[in-house]
């Protein structure tokens, strides 16, 4: 059986994986959050002692120690390192920056989309990250590249966490989204860049509903 397979890139902040995960409970869809792949792998460095932008060796070296599990329940997607639940404590600010130094090792990316493939061949997705139009799912049916203005982006990130109860400050996130999007979108390895064949929606001018229907009508005129 064939499985339709949605795609949506772009930058921390932009709102994919809130209005994918909606998107996806609408459909009917398995919703797929890449980006928390990447910050388990930089939560393993950090619990193990592991500079990952200076340590690569070290932390390649253990990666086949790494393993990600992933549960659907009615709160979503969980994600489990080593049989631990850490979907709340890759959210930390802490994680996200390792994240985006996790995500320039070419044998983490390797690992990670495997994981990935093998997951879009078995159900209906949407499946959000940076190079999923381009590179991890580039037959996708529907192929979305979601962005927004750097100021929405930080201020949504930090109600988002506000609301998860989990302390933190504007500006701060502001520099590290930048910091972020600098290193996501200048890597040597599947940089963050709309696909040629992507839609782009921007959201800086539309509320949540807003976008989950235009993204919502994007796919059912697709497929
Ligand atoms: O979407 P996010 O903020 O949870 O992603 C965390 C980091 O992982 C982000 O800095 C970029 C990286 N990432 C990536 O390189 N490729 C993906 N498919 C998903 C995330």
Redesign the pocket.
């Known amino acids: 059986m064939k499985y339709i397979s949605v795609a949506v890139d772009g930058p921390?902040g932009a709102g994919?994986?809130s209005v994918s995960k909606a998107v996806a409970k609408s459909l009917g869809y398995t919703y797929i959050?890449?980006?928390?792949?990447?910050?388990a792998v930089a939560l393993f460095a950090i619990n193990n002692g592991i500079d990952a932008k200076n340590e690569t060796e070290k932390l390649v070296s253990r990666l086949n120690e790494v393993e990600i599990d992933i549960k659907y329940t009615d709160e979503g997607q969980q994600i489990y390192l080593l049989g631990e639940n850490v979907s709340k404590r890759i959210r930390e600010e802490d994680v996200?920056v390792g994240?985006?130094n996790v995500?320039v090792i070419p044998e983490v990316?390797k690992k990670l989309v495997e994981l990935q493939r093998k997951m879009a061949e078995s159900a209906n997705v949407i499946m959000?990250?940076?190079?999923?139009c381009s590179y991890?799912l580039p037959n996708a049916d529907v192929k979305i590249f979601l962005t927004a203005s750097a100021e929405s982006r930080a201020k949504r990130r930090y109600d988002e966490l506000c609301e998860k109860g989990i302390e933190c400050d504007f500006e701060k996130i502001k520099a590290d989204m930048e910091y972020?999007d600098k290193?996501?979108s200048q890597r040597a390895v599947?940089p963050?860049k709309k696909a040629d064949d992507a839609i782009l929606i921007d959201t800086t001018e539309y509320d949540f509903d807003g976008a989950v229907k235009l993204v919502k009508d994007l796919i059912l005129e697709k497929t």
Do not use: H
């Open positions: 921390a994919k994986s959050d890449t980006g928390a792949m990447y910050r996200s994240a985006s995500a990316r959000d990250g940076r190079d999923i991890v972020r290193n996501d599947a963050l």
